[in-house]
C-alpha cells in the first residue's frame, strides 16, 4: 500500500474482482502515542488497503498531533468524550468509505501480507462474514496470546492455544471459529453493524464475547487465518491485565460486563440449568477480589447491571428473537482460561483445575437440555 492511500471510486470499486471491493482499515485509539507509529506504519504497508481512518477516543496525549504531523494520508476522526472503544470501534464503522473494515486496535503490528491473506480467505469461504488473524506476544512473538476459542457457559472465552509456544499450537490454514478477538479483524461491516455492533454499554471487556455470540447465533460464521500475525504489545494502562496486579476498573467491568452477557444472549432454560455452575464461578471470583481488595469494584459493578437492567431485558427481547442457532449447539464447558499470571503457585495452579473440573461436569451433565 502506497504511504498517502487513496479513494477508490463507486465504479472501480463495483468493477473489481470478488466480494471485497474496498477495504478501510479503522485504528481505535485512547493514549497510544506511543503504540501509534508501529501500528499506523504497518497498516500503510499492507497491500489491499484503500483507506486507513484512526478514531481517537478523545485522548489527552498526542496522539491527533502525531498522526497529523507523520501520518497525513490518515483520516482522522476525534470523538468529544472518551467512551470506549465500543463506541469508537461503531463510530469508524460508520465513517468508513468502503464496505468491508479492518478493525485494528492501536497496540497491535500486523505483519507483512495480514490483509491479503485475510481478504483471500474471507473469498474463499464467502459464506462467512469476518476473519481474524493469530496474535502474538509482542516481546515473545513465538508464543501466542490471543488464537480464538469458543464461549464458556459462565460468561467467559474458552480462549484456544492461549500462551501456546506457536510450534505446538493446534490449527493450520484456515478455520472456523466461533469467538472474535478484537486485536484486528477483517469484517462485513454490514452485517455487523445490522446484528447491533458492539455493544456500547460495555465500555470495555466482554464485549468481543457479546458481539461473537450475537453474531454467532444469528447464524453469522467466522474464520480464523493461522499464518496470519499480528504483534500484540501492552493493551490500555488501568484495563489491560498482563500480571502485576488486577486493575481496580477491570474489576468493576467484570463483575458488571459477565451478568449483562449472560441475561441477555442466553435462553431461559440455558440460565437455569447453568445456574449452578453459574454460580460457583461467581463464588470462587468473588474470593479473588476479596484477596485483591477489590471488592467494592465487584459490588459497583453488580449495582451497574442492575441499573442497566432493563435496558439489558429490551436488548434481550429483540434478539432471542431473532435466534437461529441454540446456545448448547454454541456454548462449552472449558477451558477455564485464566491469565497465567493468576496461576503461578501451586495451590492456584490447583484451584484452578479443580475449579475447571467442576465446571466441565455440570455442563456435561445439562447441556442437552440448554435453551
Not at 506504519?41 to 491527533?64: H, Y
Not at 484456544?160 to 477483517?186: K, S
Not at 465487584?298 to 449495582?303: D, I, V
Not at 483445575?353 to 466441565?360: I, N
Request: proline share 4%; glycine share 8%.
Amino acid at each position: 500500500m502506497q504511504s498517502s492511500p487513496t479513494e477508490k471510486s463507486e465504479a472501480e470499486e463495483s468493477a473489481a474482482p470478488g466480494r471485497i471491493r474496498g477495504v478501510s482499515a479503522v485504528v481505535c485509539n485512547f493514549n497510544g502515542e506511543h503504540y501509534l507509529e508501529d501500528c499506523l506504519r504497518a497498516i500503510e504497508a499492507q497491500a489491499g488497503v484503500d483507506e486507513i481512518l484512526l478514531v481517537d477516543d478523545a485522548s489527552t496525549d498526542g496522539s491527533v498531533a502525531l498522526v497529523r504531523e507523520r501520518f497525513p494520508g490518515v483520516r482522522v476522526l476525534e470523538l468529544e468524550t472518551n467512551s470506549g472503544p465500543c463506541v469508537a470501534r461503531n463510530a469508524g464503522m460508520r465513517a468508513a468509505r468502503h464496505p468491508f473494515v479492518l478493525a485494528v486496535d492501536n497496540d497491535a503490528i500486523l505483519r507483512p501480507d495480514v490483509v491479503q491473506k485475510l481478504r483471500a480467505a474471507l473469498e474463499d469461504h464467502p459464506h462467512c462474514a469476518l476473519a481474524q488473524p493469530r496474535s502474538v506476544v509482542h516481546d515473545d512473538p513465538e508464543r501466542i496470546h490471543y488464537d480464538s476459542g469458543s464461549f464458556h457457559y459462565v460468561g467467559l472465552l474458552a480462549l484456544r492455544n492461549f500462551y501456546t509456544r506457536v510450534a505446538e499450537a493446534e490449527g493450520e490454514g484456515v478455520v472456523e471459529v466461533d469467538v472474535l478477538i478484537g486485536i484486528c479483524a477483517l469484517m462485513d461491516k454490514q452485517v455487523v453493524l445490522a446484528s447491533g455492533g458492539y455493544d456500547e454499554a460495555f465500555f470495555y471487556l466482554s464485549e468481543d464475547y457479546d458481539l461473537a455470540y450475537r453474531l454467532r447465533m444469528q447464524g453469522v460464521r467466522l474464520l480464523s487465518v493461522e499464518d496470519a500475525i499480528v504483534l500484540h504489545r501492552g493493551g490500555t494502562a488501568g484495563l489491560s491485565f498482563r500480571g502485576g496486579g488486577y486493575p481496580e476498573r477491570r474489576a468493576f467491568l467484570h463483575s458488571r460486563n459477565r451478568w449483562r452477557i449472560l441475561v441477555k444472549c442466553y435462553a431461559a432454560r440455558t440460565l437455569i440449568v447453568a445456574a449452578p455452575g453459574i454460580l460457583v464461578y461467581e463464588l470462587v471470583w468473588l474470593l479473588f477480589m476479596l484477596k485483591s481488595r477489590h471488592f467494592r469494584s465487584y459490588l459497583s459493578g453488580k449495582r451497574a447491571f442492575f441499573e442497566q437492567l432493563r435496558d439489558t431485558l429490551q436488548q434481550r427481547d429483540e434478539l432471542q428473537a431473532r435466534r437461529t442457532v441454540s446456545d448448547r449447539e454454541l456454548l462449552v464447558g472449558g477451558p477455564l482460561t485464566l491469565s497465567p499470571s493468576l496461576v503461578e503457585s501451586p495451590l492456584s495452579a490447583f484451584a484452578a483445575r479443580c475449579l475447571d473440573r467442576v465446571l466441565r461436569a455440570w455442563w456435561f451433565l445439562v447441556r442437552r437440555v440448554a435453551g
